[in-house]
């Protein structure tokens, strides 16, 4: 039963599931055209950027996830619920995310392409900050139930992590594992809220 309900939701979102493989391949043949015309350095700042996208990308695929389908007052009325269909979409989109970032960071690595490569440690990076803009927009998501505010906080939180933490904390570990552990709170936080079957359904019928 578990498997079935999550093979609808996947059957759903196949689309935004496959985003962020192709964007990683996309980045990655880059890097190996690049590789074969350009120096190094001329080649990593254009994958500091690069790198970048599939973080944009995660966090607006998953506002869209978590309020492109307005159900609540259906999906509250069955034993299924609310919280179970967002957080099952939530672990579908960012499963996907954080394997493809893996794979991304993998290629890059072994093309010593890796913006700011402090070896295998660095993979911390993208999975760290994908783990983190998907939990909070979720929680957003939870809290407003609003596309266009859920995406603008996903590009917010990025903002704050590319040019306001990242350039000062530069140690891998120190820079993700604090903003994840507040991420994950807040992800907890929105599960609780997620479940108040109640204020999902008055919250919606308002919009």
Not at 144 to 169: E, G, K, V
Request: net charge positive; aromatic share 10%; hydrophobic share 55%.
């Amino acid at each position: 039963m578990r498997l079935a309900f999550v093979g609808i939701q996947l059957k759903r979102l196949y689309r935004l599931v496959l985003l962020p493989f192709i964007l990683t391949a996309g980045v990655l043949l880059a890097g190996f055209v690049l590789e074969g015309i350009w120096s190094l350095s001329r080649i990593r700042p254009v994958m500091m950027v690069l790198t970048q996208v599939p973080v944009i990308a995660a966090g607006l695929s998953t506002a869209f996830v978590l309020n492109g389908d307005p159900i609540v007052e259906l999906t509250e009325s069955t034993p299924t619920g609310w919280r179970k269909v967002q957080v099952t979409r939530l672990l579908i989109i960012t499963v996907a995310n954080l394997t493809a970032a893996g794979l991304l960071f993998i290629g890059l690595h072994m093309m010593r392409l890796w913006p700011r490569d402090q070896g295998w440690v660095s993979i911390i990076t993208p999975v760290g900050s994908i783990f983190m803009v998907n939990c909070l927009v979720f929680l957003i998501a939870v809290l407003t139930m609003s596309m266009p505010t859920s995406s603008l906080a996903s590009i917010a939180i990025w903002l704050f992590l590319c040019f306001i933490w990242d350039p000062y904390i530069t140690d891998p570990v120190r820079q993700r594992l604090l903003p994840m552990f507040f991420a994950a709170a807040g992800a907890i936080f929105g599960w609780n809220m997620c479940g108040d079957a109640e204020r999902n359904v008055v919250k919606v019928a308002a919009l």
